[in-house]
């Protein structure tokens, strides 16, 4: 699992690559909910690049969000492929955080 911060925008940018697994999760979560927890702006997460969620990528996911949320920040998920998008709409992860399609509706939907 790897991840990359973009801090240049109006938002902070994560991307993430490779299995949000337990293993996956593990390895990102210090780095993960630090990153999100210090920024002073909204946070979109770009998973264009995760071929497989599980329930603590998911955990990972939700707690980021409120963290957020309890911050007065936004949070969006962006790109997931159509595997992940599929456990989202199975959890029904979409109605406590928005999942839009690409980077440009994360734009738009925070309204950067």
Do not use: N, W, Y
């Amino acid at each position: 699992m790897d991840m990359v911060v973009d801090t240049g925008g109006a938002s902070l940018r994560v991307m993430l690559a490779g299995r949000l697994d337990a293993a996956g999760a593990e390895k990102l979560e210090t780095a993960f909910t630090t990153a999100v927890g210090v920024a002073a702006r909204d946070v979109v997460v770009d998973l264009s690049g995760v071929t497989f969620v599980g329930s603590l990528g998911i955990r990972l996911l939700t707690v980021a969000a409120r963290q957020v949320a309890r911050a007065k920040r936004r949070f969006v998920i962006c790109g997931a492929q159509p595997a992940v998008s599929e456990v989202f709409t199975t959890v029904a992860l979409d109605e406590l955080i928005p999942i839009v399609a690409d980077e440009a509706a994360a734009r738009a939907h925070l309204g950067a």
